[in-house]
């Protein structure tokens, strides 16, 4: 159910054939401090793009799609086209009290195309690491600055922290009393709600499995270990796992789950190709288990020996992380520490050789993402890597925070038409890591 608007003392108006999707205007919502939402018809939408502000075409914006959450970006105002047509700031409800921007966090499936379009005092503290997405009151709707981009159906939250969940885990962990990889698991599923932990608990689909704490990178937006000054969303694994334990979740997911994929690389721990020896001995036992689904590894594929390893021993997919496909901006965002963007390009032409189904996981951010110059060089290295396939990920980070760091060169072009660019070169492009077996690509008989 969309949530309620509450319109304000303002009655339409407004310059026209701007901002509008069918004749009909988008207006700029907010919210107070206790999370009552306005729609003010006085202020049309604006949407951030790198470091501008920008109108919206009519393609950029749909209803909010079913599953997403509406947040407030603490600490920053709203910011829309006023009656003179100027740029204009609220910061005021109509009842006297602080006005919030606000923003939507969208489910798997849907890139965003445009950021909230906001100012802060000086000194304001940054904000929480999330994947803010701009949104529009349209008549009594809430519409989202996102496009499709894969389909919904498992990773739909209707499907998540369902009442019988705690149920569910305590009846797996009593079934499994000394594994430590459950046991975190099941921390992840209760008090993050992480779907990759929780389907292990449901046995369907794509399973984590956390193996590692650390990391060879330092990544701006990382989840499990803060490098600013914003405190991570969550903690990191702190012991390391047996090969017992990994193989006893693996071969349970695999054998019993429909379309079941286990992942090593989760949120909850670091880079996995660390943990190289340990993962490899595991997935050769399974493989001489079961020949069941897919053995995912999301990494950095900085660890070049590792991710040798790892393929050698059977690995059936990988799904590389990156910010971008040009090495100064690489640098400086994942701050890597022993490795250098040519063992990515490496590891992924590795992997991509020996017949393991190779994915970018493509960190995006709009006006920065969507440039000329990033979009030639993520192209570039598809062609060059023989890569699959590109997951857009939306990037979770404070955009003042990005964009002090890491500078825009060139115009973007928008993020519906890098999609489109990327397609017309052969790419495919989803959202999330889907089955597939080594040497045979996507499981198309188990997706949708």
């Known amino acids: 159910m969309l949530p309620r608007l509450v319109p304000d003392d303002f009655k339409g108006g407004g310059p026209k054939n701007r901002s509008s999707w069918g004749g009909l205007m988008f207006s700029t919502l907010y919210s107070d401090r206790n999370g009552r939402i306005f729609k003010d018809e006085h202020l049309l939408f604006l949407g951030r793009s790198g470091q501008q502000w920008v109108e919206a075409d009519e393609e950029d914006l749909i209803p909010l799609p079913a599953g997403s959450s509406l947040v407030m970006v603490p600490g920053h105002y709203p910011v829309g086209i006023d009656l003179d047509n100027k740029v204009s700031c609220r910061e005021k409800t109509p009842r006297g009290g602080t006005a919030v921007a606000l923003a939507c966090l969208l489910p798997q499936g849907f890139t965003r195309t445009l950021l909230p379009a906001t100012v802060a005092p000086r000194g304001t503290a940054e904000i929480p690491i999330l994947g803010y997405t701009a949104v529009a009151g349209m008549e009594n709707r809430v ?62 689909w794509e399973g984590g499995i956390p193996t590692t704490s650390r990391c060879n990178a330092r990544c701006l937006g990382c989840i499990s270990r803060g490098h600013t000054s914003v405190p991570s969303p969550q903690e990191r694994l702190r012991f390391r796992p047996t090969v017992d334990e990994i193989v006893e979740v693996a071969c349970y997911h695999l054998e019993t789950a429909p379309e079941a994929i286990v992942s090593f690389g989760q949120g909850c721990e670091g880079e996995p190709a660390l943990n190289a020896d340990l993962i490899a001995s595991a997935v050769e036992k399974v493989r001489g288990i079961t020949d069941r689904g897919c053995i995912n590894l999301n990494t950095n594929a900085g660890c070049t020996v590792g991710i040798k390893k790892l393929v050698d021993a059977g690995l059936d997919a990988i799904r590389v992380t990156l910010l971008s496909a040009r090495e100064e901006d690489y640098l400086a965002y994942h701050q890597p520490t022993g490795y250098q963007f040519r063992d990515v390009v490496y590891s992924l032409s590795y992997a991509r050789d020996k017949g393991v189904y190779t994915s970018i996981n493509l960190l995006a951010i709009p006006g920065f993402s969507d440039s000329e110059e990033q979009v030639e060089a993520v192209v570039r290295l598809v062609q060059k890597t023989g890569a699959h396939m590109i997951q857009l990920r939306n990037l979770n980070i404070d955009p003042d925070l990005f964009f002090d760091r890491i500078p825009v060169r060139s115009t973007a072009l928008g993020v519906r038409r890098m999609i489109d660019i990327l397609k017309e070169e052969g790419i495919r492009v989803a959202s999330y890591t889907h089955p597939a077996r080594r040497g045979k690509g996507l499981d198309n008989s188990t997706t949708a």
């Open 143 to 204: 519409m989202a600055a996102a496009v499709p981009t894969d389909e919904q159906r498992k990773w739909h939250p209707e499907h998540y922290n369902t009442p019988e969940l705690e149920q569910i885990v305590e009846s797996r962990l009593e079934q499994f009393p000394r594994n430590r990889i459950l046991r975190q698991l099941a921390h992840c599923s209760l008090h993050y709600s992480c779907f990759t932990a929780q389907n292990i608990f449901y046995r369907r």
